[in-house]
């Protein structure tokens, strides 16, 4: 139910139902939190980037607007982008971009990209994501590449990165 984009919440008050209350599912919701994780990373564990790409290419089917592209190198994911359509709205309008990246915390050791702004609120806006395999000038100069493509080719106002020479090289 829950790859059919039904939460989790939702398949407890279905399950409540069918078997005639709470009390007769035989699990709580957290169990089913638990599962989906679960579930989940089996799957991502047996196909990796290729189960991620597939999501991302069904997310892209129900939503026209969503854009991601990628890049591989001998059968090896390289580098990740994606971004929907209010984050290219939030751009259009807010423009000035903090370019982070983490240091490789995920179990893949790839290093999470994220292009963010202030909204007029102040609030944090996120204008685009991405993960790259290894912090090098070539990865950050396709993610840049990608960014710019993505927001129709609208020009940085400012950009402030951390001190990663490579991503200042970028």
């Known amino acids: 139910m829950e790859s059919a984009g039904i939460s989790k919440h939702k398949i407890m008050d279905v399950l409540c139902i069918l078997y005639g209350g709470y009390d007769q599912v035989g699990c709580t919701t957290r169990d089913i939190y638990n599962f989906c994780h679960r579930y989940k990373q089996e799957i991502v564990a047996g196909g990796d980037a290729q189960t991620v ?3 991302i290419i069904a ?5 026209p607007d969503y854009l991601f592209k990628y890049f ?3 059968r090896h994911l390289k580098g990740l982008f994606w971004s929907d359509s209010q984050s290219r709205i939030d751009y259009e309008a807010f423009g000035d971009v903090v370019f982070d990246s983490t240091y490789r915390t995920n179990k893949y050791n790839l290093s999470f990209v994220l292009f963010v702004g202030l909204n007029h609120h102040r609030g944090t806006a996120i204008f685009g994501c991405g993960v790259i395999s290894h912090e090098t000038n070539e990865a950050y100069e396709w ?4 960014f710019s493509e993505a927001m129709s080719q ?3 106002i400012s950009v402030i990165t951390e001190g990663d020479l490579a ?3 970028a």
Not at 59 to 63: A, M, T
Not at 143 to 146: D, V
């Open 72 to 74: 591989d190198r001998d």
């Open 59 to 63: 997310r892209q089917e129900r939503n």
């Open 53 to 55: 790409i597939r999501h």
């Open 154 to 156: 609208k020009h940085l």
């Open 167 to 169: 991503m200042q090289r």
């Open 143 to 146: 993610m840049l590449h990608t």
